[in-house]
Structures are given as C-alpha cells and as structure tokens.
C-alpha cells in the first residue's frame, strides 16, 4: 500500500490564483481530512469528509473548497490564494469514524502564495 | 478556545536524558489520547496513545502518563537519543475528530 500521497509537494502560487492539492489514500478509509500547519499553532483542521459525497468544515474553512467523489481521493482547492494561505498542507485518513482510529497523514504539500 | 493545551513550545535536552511534554484539555467528554510523531518534511505519525480508564502506558522509552482528575497527561521519553529530534504532538479525540495540541519541538544534543 502507498498509504495516504498527497501532491505536489511543493506549490509556489501569485495572489489570487486558484489550485488543487491533491489527495489520495489506497487503504479504503472511510474518513479523511485536510490541516494546515503553521509555526506555533499545530495543526488545525480545515475540512473532513466521513465518506464519499459527504464533507464538512473543520476550524479554518474560509477560502477552501473540497469534495468527496470517490473513497480514495479528497481535493482541496484554493478558489483564490492569498498569503495568509502560504502554509504547509497535510491530508490524513482513518480506517473508520471511531475516536480511537490512528490518523494516518500524508508527507504534506508546502504552499507559498507570494 | 484551545481545547488541548501543550507545553513547552521547544525542549533541549542531552543524549540520555528525560524528556517530558506535557497536555491538559477541559473537554471531559474526550476519551482517547494519542500522541503524534513529525520529522522535519514529514507528516505526523502516531507514536502511542492512551484511554482515560488507564493511568499509564509504556511502550520502549516511550510513557504516557494520565491524571483524569487533574485533565492532564504527559510524555516522558527515557535515554533520550539524538533521533528522537522531531515535534511532538498531543491530541484528544471525542469523535473521528481529534484536536491538536500546539505541538513541541524536541531537540536531543548528542
């Protein structure tokens, strides 16, 4: 199994562009999310999905879209970049919706809106 | 409102030594608590985890500790080694969704 891959690793945007970070994981987990991370304050959670063709908002959603179309994959867009957006990006999964699942996270995509 | 509340922020300690982070939460509907390993470019992998019915667990060098009535619990890493370098974060899960912990930034001088 390849686990949770998220791409690109690297991603250098201009205000107001728009992009896709990708996720995908080949462990048939039934929940996944995306966190930005941000120096001094962890990581916060931006949108969740706990199946296909069902998502939510998570602490930080303004300026994020998602969508869950297939169990494997959850996108994240950018609908228009800002600066305040420049961070790193880490998309997790887990096998059910039970507290006690282990997060699984990806290697991360770390995103500088100039 | 920070729900998990992790200190300190950065620790340096010597090859060796013991290293301890520690979490308190208010939410006492939380009833799993892992913690999460992150190398540098890496994501966080968990490290260990504990329920609330249990006051400690030991894996390796690795402990967590848990008060239930104080709503705290903490990491301690015995002969600390210089690959134990990385952040460490505390969560706290009521549902799928766990909540962070501001993380720690351990560095072990060889």
């Known amino acids: 199994n390849a686990g949770v891959t998220q791409t690109p690793k690297f991603q250098v945007l201009k205000t107001g562009q728009s992009m896709t970070l990708q996720c995908a994981q080949d462990?048939?987990?039934?929940?996944m999310s995306w966190y930005r991370q941000d120096p001094g304050m962890g990581l916060r959670l931006i949108h969740y999905?706990?199946?296909?063709?069902?998502?939510d908002q998570g602490e930080v959603p303004n300026g994020y879209n998602v969508s869950r179309s297939t169990t494997e994959d959850f996108p994240l867009r950018l609908l228009s970049a800002a600066p305040s957006q420049t961070s790193v990006y880490f998309c997790?999964?887990?096998?059910?919706?039970?507290?006690?699942?282990?997060?699984?996270f990806g290697p991360g995509t770390r995103l500088t809106v100039l | 409102q920070q729900q998990v509340k992790q200190s300190p922020q950065s620790l340096i300690v010597q090859k060796g030594g013991i290293s301890i982070i520690n979490c308190a939460y208010e939410?006492?509907?939380?009833?799993?608590f892992p913690w999460y390993q992150q190398f540098p470019g890496k994501g966080p992998a968990l490290l260990i985890a504990?329920?609330?019915?249990?006051s400690e667990k030991k894996e390796g060098r690795f402990t967590i500790s848990f008060n239930k009535s104080a709503k705290q619990f903490s990491l301690h890493i015995m002969d600390s080694q210089p690959g134990d370098s990385a952040t460490y974060f505390c969560?706290?899960?009521?549902?799928?969704?766990?909540?962070f912990g501001r993380g720690t930034s351990l560095i072990v001088h060889p």
């Open positions: 939410n006492t509907a939380f009833d799993y």
């Open positions: 462990m048939n987990h039934e929940y």
């Open positions: 969560a706290a899960s009521t549902s799928y969704i766990p909540t």
């Open positions: 504990i329920r609330p019915d249990v």
């Open positions: 997790a999964s887990s096998y059910t919706i039970t507290s006690t699942d282990t997060q699984y």
């Open positions: 999905s706990v199946g296909a063709g069902i998502t």
